[in-house]
């Protein structure tokens, strides 16, 4: 079913009209990408989305995700991934407890578990490595693994590509987009970067300063 916002309008403190007004329909395992000028509330919707909205932001409207609504709900009811242009991975934890972190508590063998995942993102015995020692495309494939783990019902990606290189910027597009599909979740990317837009192959929406998207 989605996720579908509807009639979402976000208006910064102070302000006498809102900074944006959306409505989208995302399918499972589509990619709706969001662009625009910085200032005009792309990473602000996604804020709002997470339940994670600043105080003096005002926001009407409607967020479903596969059905439920999710509108007013705790952020971590709402069962939301979320990547960011920085790939923060705690330095206190080794790359396995990183994973292991992004699993519910209920789950048994997880050290089969954050093994396997190792496995699936090329870094197989990496589990008691330090994150200090990871490259930036290794740090980015775990904390992508780390949110998969946490078995998210559709992704949010905050320019997550913006950071990289080239070379590991088209393997991580791909490594995330596929992951989509595969799991037929939806996602919404925020993107300054038309080749984000490109490489997703979904509808590409773009924001203006005082314009609705619809």
């Known amino acids: ?123 197989a015995g990496y589990a008691d490595r330090d994150p200090a020692t990871l490259s930036g495309g290794q740090r980015a494939r775990v904390a992508l693994m780390r949110m998969l783990l946490s078995e998210p019902e559709a992704l949010l990606l905050d320019e997550p590509f913006s950071r990289l290189d080239a070379a590991l910027r088209d393997q991580m597009r791909g490594l995330v987009f596929s992951r989509a599909r595969a799991k037929q979740l939806p996602v919404i990317m925020v993107t300054h970067d038309a080749q984000d837009g490109e490489a997703a192959g979904g509808e590409v929406l773009h924001l203006r300063s005082g314009q609705a998207a619809r």
Do not use: C, Y
């Open 1 to 123: 079913m989605g996720l579908k916002l509807t009639d979402v309008m976000i208006t910064a403190p102070g302000a006498d009209a809102p900074m944006l007004a959306v409505s989208a329909d995302v399918a499972p395992g589509a990619v709706l990408s969001i662009m625009g000028p910085s200032g005009v509330g792309k990473s602000t919707l996604l804020a709002w989305l997470t339940g994670t909205l600043p105080a003096g932001f005002q926001a009407t409207g409607r967020a479903e995700l596969a059905g439920r609504d999710i509108t007013n709900l705790a952020p971590e009811a709402r069962r939301l991934g979320i990547l960011f242009q920085d790939h923060l991975l705690f330095p206190h934890l080794s790359v396995g407890a990183n994973l292991a972190f992004g699993l519910a508590a209920g789950v048994s063998d997880r050290r089969e578990v954050v093994e396997q995942a190792l496995v699936e993102i090329d870094l």
